[in-house]
């Protein structure tokens, strides 16, 4: 009888020791730049153990496989790009910049935080598709975003000229996230930088009259 995914990640180790810590977090590390590299599927837990400079039994001690390195690499993939809106947010708060210099210097937070994830993309969206965890994960890394961009609006509400802030917040997020994903991922014959400032224009003009 094939064991469940529940009784496989029983049997890894939860790190406790500082250098237990340390060996977990080179392999997540080693996975990352692999998967960049060379992309998931043509990335094997050999190659992730020998990057890491540990056994392949050792990566076994902490995931059961190469999907279960993939979900941690994804959630601090997640975690970047997340400090990177916080950072903005508390930019906008604290009065620092105008409102087109937060919102050029986010867009340009998420194309840096997207970067490391092109040789595998595509492979994450069919991944995607396929895998219920992985699209649960995603799912809620968009849900953040989402959330974090209602917080981004709250901070000017009294300036914005739209009338349903959540709904704005999902019209600013998904716009910025698909015009992310075509300079990121795509590219194509206008300049990146043109994009974006085009972008920032737009939701400038949605949500405050002006750009």
Known sequence: MNET???????????????SIKTKEAIVQAAAELFSEKGYHRTNTKQIAAAAGVSTGSF????????????????????VMQDHIDAKVAQLSDGQSDKRTVISHMIDSLIQSHAPYITFHRELSAMRLADEGIKEMLESQYDAGRRKTVELLKLSEQELRVGD?????????????????????????????????????????YLFGEK
């Open 165 to 205: 802030l959540e709904a704005a917040a999902v019209v600013v997020f998904e716009s910025v996230s698909s015009v992310v994903d075509r300079i990121v991922f795509f590219g194509g014959s206008v300049s990146a930088d043109r994009i974006k400032a085009e972008l920032a224009d737009m939701l400038c003009l």
């Open 5 to 19: 995914e529940e009784q496989l990640a029983d049997k890894t180790r939860k790190p406790r020791q500082d250098r």
């Open 60 to 79: 076994y001690s902490y995931f059961t496989d190469k999907r279960d390195v993939f979900l941690d690499v994804l959630k601090i993939h997640s975690k």
